[in-house]
């Protein structure tokens, strides 16, 4: 009884004396009260605003997007690979062609068998623009389309050449028959001009690596940039 008793009088002093020191600490004893609440607060604010990201995140994906036709970058006529001092690679159209604005668009092509290479060539490039009006997209992916629009980060999804007032561009085997024609993309209207595509081989990837590198501003002492559309390496094949 008497242990109990003294127990009972122990934890009574205890109490007390807690209490008096967090009367006189006043801005602890405060402290300790509120900052788990603050906490849990800051904890829940920040599960609002991911949650809040994650779903604005979602809303903006495209579950059933669009199809666009694929598009090379077309170099803009005064950049066209054509005959210079530094280039006189055989094949390059002559640099007469600028006065024009005829200029046709290369691709180099190298690998071990050059007849398949060029066969292949002959069959990449349509003859002529051939669109089926009922089935536009269907018409575009059969031929090699363009732009000399270039890459903008802020298009995500969609080619900015796609809404943009420069052509599109198909690129032809044969010297073009027709000039432009409109074709209209989900509901965009988009001028598609012809364009000449030049297909050269070459011997080796050093050669193209050699050729690209001259039409660099910096790599020819002209200072000229001689862009080609593409350079396609054909894989090995034993025909």
Not at 54 to 71: E, T, V
Not at 106 to 135: E, R, Y
Request: glycine share 6%.
């Amino acid at each position: 009884m008497n242990s109990s008793r003294n127990f009972c009088t122990q934890v009574n002093g205890f109490l007390r004396k807690n209490l008096i020191e967090q009367k006189r600490d006043t801005c602890k004893t405060i402290w300790l009260f509120f900052f788990p609440m603050f906490l849990l607060l800051a904890m829940s604010l920040v599960q609002t605003f991911i949650s809040h990201e994650l779903n604005q995140g979602y809303s903006h994906i495209l579950l059933h997007p669009k199809k666009w036709p694929a598009l090379l970058y077309i170099p803009a006529m005064p950049d066209r690979a054509v005959e210079t001092k530094s280039s006189r690679f055989v094949g390059l159209a002559p640099e007469s062609c600028m006065n024009t604005g005829l200029c046709p668009v290369t691709l180099l092509l190298t690998g071990d068998n050059k007849s398949f290479g060029l066969s292949f060539a002959q069959k990449m490039f349509p003859s002529t623009i051939s669109l089926n009006s009922s089935q536009v997209l269907h018409s575009l992916a059969n031929m090699v389309l363009g732009s000399e629009k270039g890459y903008n980060h802020n298009f995500d999804f969609l080619d900015p050449a796609y809404f943009s007032n420069i052509p599109l561009y198909s690129i032809q085997l044969h010297q073009c028959s027709t000039n432009s024609t409109f074709v209209s993309l989900n509901g965009v209207q988009r001028e598609l001009r012809c364009v000449r595509g030049l297909y050269l081989w070459m011997n080796s990837s050093s050669e193209v690596n050699d050729e690209l590198f001259k039409g660099y501003h910096q790599g020819n002492l002209e200072g000229k940039i001689n862009e080609f559309v593409a350079e396609y390496p054909m894989p090995i094949f034993d025909l």
